[in-house]
C-alpha cells in the first residue's frame, strides 16, 4: 500500500465503535481500489458469529473495463461462488460508499439482510430512492436494514475523501467514456487517477 494511505490507517483514532474493525478493513480495501486506478470503494461480508467472511473492492478497470466489476457485486460474486450453501438470514454487509442502484439491486436479490456503509453518495447513491421501486422490489427491499454504519466519524470521513478528493473523478468517467467508444487502451497511469 502507498505510504501515504498506509499513513491515512495508521493515524485512526483508538476504535471505540462497534462497527470501527469493520469500518477500517472497508477504507483499506477502498485505498486499494484507488491505488490500482479504479474507484475507491470497499465492501466486505460479516457472518453471524461477527468473522470476515469476504472482502473485495471496485475493479472495473483492473485488465478492462467491466461495469460488474463494483465492490459490493464482488463479494456477493464470492458468497454465491464460494459458500453456496451460507444462511444469508444473518450476515452483515459493510461497504464504504452507499450502494448504487446496480448494487443495491444485487443486494436484495442476494438475501443479504443489512447493509451498513460509512460514507453517503450523494450523486449516485440509491438507497435513499428505494421507496419509488415497483412492488416486487420494493418488498425484496422491505426485507433489508440499510444503514449507516456505527463508526467513529474518522472512518466514514476517509471512506468520503478517498472517493470525493483523493480519485480524480473526472478522469474515471473519461475511461468509461472512452470504454464506451471502443477504446480497449485504458491503461493510465493510477497515479493520476489517485491523485498521488
Known amino acids: 500500500m502507498h505510504p501515504t494511505h498506509l499513513a491515512l490507517l495508521e493515524q485512526a ?97 442476494s438475501g443479504i439482510p443489512r447493509v451498513r456503509y460509512l460514507a453517503r453518495d450523494r450523486d449516485g447513491g440509491f438507497p435513499g430512492r428505494h421507496t419509488k421501486l415497483p412492488p416486487v422490489w420494493a418488498n425484496l427491499a422491505s426485507r433489508v436494514s440499510l444503514a449507516q454504519a456505527d463508526v467513529d466519524p474518522y472512518w466514514s470521513n476517509l471512506a468520503d475523501r478517498a472517493i470525493n478528493q483523493l480519485q480524480e473523478p473526472a478522469a474515471l468517467r473519461q475511461r468509461i467514456l472512452r470504454a464506451w467508444e471502443g477504446d480497449h487502451e485504458l491503461a493510465i497511469d493510477a497515479g493520476t487517477i489517485s491523485g498521488n
Open 13 to 109: 483514532p483508538a476504535s471505540h465503535c462497534n462497527e470501527d474493525v469493520w469500518a477500517r478493513l472497508c477504507c483499506e480495501q477502498a485505498l486499494l481500489a484507488l491505488e490500482e486506478g479504479c474507484y475507491a470503494v470497499g465492501a466486505l461480508l460479516v457472518n453471524q458469529a461477527g468473522e470476515l467472511l469476504l472482502s473485495g473492492r471496485n475493479q472495473v478497470f483492473s485488465n478492462h473495463y467491466d461495469s460488474a466489476r463494483h465492490a459490493e457485486m464482488q463479494v456477493i460474486d464470492q458468497l454465491e461462488t464460494l459458500h453456496p450453501g451460507q444462511d444469508r438470514n444473518a450476515l452483515t454487509l459493510y461497504v464504504s460508499l452507499q450502494p448504487c442502484m446496480m448494487c443495491f439491486a444485487r443486494i436484495l436479490l
